[in-house]
């Protein structure tokens, strides 16, 4: 298994509040995405990154931040968390070049928003 | 806007038997993933399919890509209880810089493979 952990695995939160979920890899990877999945919509891309301060917006980022400040760190804020953004949060990686397309996903974060 | 539709969305089979999911998409693209998802478990990586004609096998699972017809396919040969799962595919929605700028994804289909 790729070497990915996302923190936390589940969070219960209230409206309102900023929460923040961490992605953490080991394999000094420099593409990092977040996703996030809902019955019905499959997967859809929040934001991404290319590099370390490099990111950029995805299908579905408004009400979402993220920040790169380390090669194996991709945080992904919720500035203000609303029952919509109840969801499952994927995390993954992708490295550069010929034979690196696949993309490795994390466990997966499980965030209710009350 | 790229769109990616699978079907069937459910389907139910028996054992033994052999079937195909469709994933069409609908902007050019060169690269086509495969994934199977396991309730309430992460993704787990079938197949990338890099070029126009690719297939890739892997036991009694093989996939295709027609970047013509803008079409994949993942055939299920005799099939069997442990490849119950959801079954995604994605594309790239572009790549810069020699890597992925993020996949687009269809909405999964659900397998229920019957002894």
């Known amino acids: 298994d790729a070497g990915i952990t996302q923190s936390p695995r589940h969070k219960v939160t209230e409206t309102g509040t900023p929460v923040t979920l961490r992605c953490h890899q080991t394999?000094?990877?420099?593409?990092m995405y977040w996703y996030r999945q809902d019955p019905g919509h499959g997967l859809r891309l929040i934001h991404y990154?290319?590099?370390?301060?490099?990111?950029d917006k995805g299908e579905v980022s408004d009400g979402y931040s993220v920040s790169r400040s380390k090669t194996e760190d991709f945080l992904l804020t919720l500035e203000s968390a609303t029952s919509s953004q109840t969801s499952v949060y994927f995390c993954a990686i992708s490295g550069l070049g010929a034979g690196q397309e696949t993309q490795y996903f994390g466990p997966g974060t499980r965030l209710l928003v009350l | 806007e790229l769109k990616v539709e699978q079907n069937p969305l459910f389907l139910s089979m028996q054992e033994g038997k052999n079937y195909t999911i469709y994933c069409n998409y609908s902007?050019?693209?060169?690269?086509l993933y495969w994934y199977r998802q396991d309730p309430g478990k992460s993704l787990e990586s079938l197949f990338v399919?890099?070029?126009?004609?690719a297939v890739k096998q892997e036991g009694r699972l093989m996939a295709s890509l027609d970047t013509k017809a803008r079409l994949s396919t993942l055939h299920i040969t005799a099939a069997v209880h442990d490849l119950s799962a959801t079954y995604f595919c994605a594309v790239d929605i572009g790549y810069s810089g020699g890597g992925a700028d993020g996949l687009t994804f269809g909405k999964g289909t659900h397998l229920i493979i019957q002894p």
């Open positions: 399919l890099l070029s126009n004609g």
């Open positions: 394999e000094n990877h420099r593409y």
């Open positions: 990154s290319y590099g370390v301060k490099d990111t």
């Open positions: 902007t050019t693209s060169d690269r």
